[in-house]
């Protein structure tokens, strides 16, 4: 191969590096399925930057939480048990960004 080739496949390599670092699913709300659910699976990992990044989060990602909480905040979890910390925390994230505190009451008060 020449050495011209080997140069500009090394050099798209390392542009390609940093955005192979930023894929994880870093703290990602996980709705358990598309469409209409009659329970909720629990989340198992705390909210990450996307959600409580402010003006870096991702709007489209916040809008997607609440409308899953609004629809399905008061629908008791797929395994029966109560909600988890990790479940608090983003159901208290709705809280916070202004959600519908009712949506999620089932949740935060839960013991």
């Not at 390609?16 to 659910?37: K, N, Q, V, Y």
């Not at 329970?39 to 989060?57: D, F, I, K, S, V």
Request: aromatic share 6%; glycine share 12%.
């Amino acid at each position: 191969m020449p050495t011209w080739r080997c140069t500009a496949l090394g050099a798209a390599l390392l542009l390609l590096l940093p955005l192979t670092g930023c894929s994880s699913d870093d703290g990602r709300f996980d709705p358990g399925g598309s469409g209409e659910i009659s329970c909720m699976e629990h989340q198992t990992e705390e909210p990450g930057t996307a959600y409580t990044g402010g003006e870096n989060g991702d709007t489209a990602a916040v809008l997607a939480v609440l409308r899953y909480y609004v629809s399905n905040g008061a629908k008791p979890y797929c395994d029966g048990e109560p909600p988890t910390e990790t479940d608090r925390m983003w159901a208290q994230l709705v809280v916070d960004l202004g959600g519908n505190a009712d949506s999620v009451a089932p949740i935060l008060e839960a013991e």
